[in-house]
């Protein structure tokens, strides 16, 4: 049996830039609430452009609606979805033509809580791939 070292993992850090210099992906990623951290990590690490083809953030519920349309929750399984398949239409619709034959598109989506002022809430979350 193989042992696995915290040495052998690749950081967070490694993974995004791995992607990043891979010329066969690209692709939207959309985050609500206090989801904000996975577009920065891929700009962070350089090289984005070749990856990323759209972020968006949308904090403020009234403009989560306008985009995703009205949820009656905005941290949840079915937001995630209508995120996914929002953001992956207009992917398509925009880039499929150029570049689909060569490209594998994909669209990251995820919705937060994070820890309110007076820290009485449990923060929790829904990410999804397509």
């Keep these: 049996m193989t042992t696995t070292t915290p040495s052998d993992i690749p950081s967070t850090h490694q993974k995004a830039l791995?992607?990043?210099?891979?010329?066969?992906?690209?692709?939207a990623i959309a985050e609500i609430g206090a989801g904000q951290e996975?577009?920065?990590?891929?700009?962070r690490v350089g090289a984005a452009a070749g990856t990323v083809a759209k972020t968006m953030s949308a904090y403020d519920m009234k403009v989560s609606d306008a985009i995703y349309g009205k949820s009656s929750r905005y941290v949840s399984q079915d937001r995630v979805l209508a995120?996914?398949?929002?953001?992956?239409?207009?992917?398509?619709?925009?880039?499929?033509?150029?570049?689909?034959?060569?490209?594998?598109?994909?669209?990251?989506?995820?919705t937060l809580s994070a820890r309110n002022f007076q820290g009485t809430n449990i923060c929790h979350g829904w990410l999804g791939v397509r």
Excluded: P, Q
Aim: charged share 35%; with cysteine; net charge negative.
């Design 18 to 27: 791995e992607i990043n210099l891979d010329a066969g992906k690209y692709g």
């Design 38 to 43: 996975v577009a920065r990590w891929f700009f």
């Design 83 to 110: 995120m996914l398949d929002h953001e992956w239409s207009l992917l398509l619709e925009r880039l499929d033509k150029e570049r689909g034959k060569e490209t594998c598109f994909f669209v990251f989506a995820d």
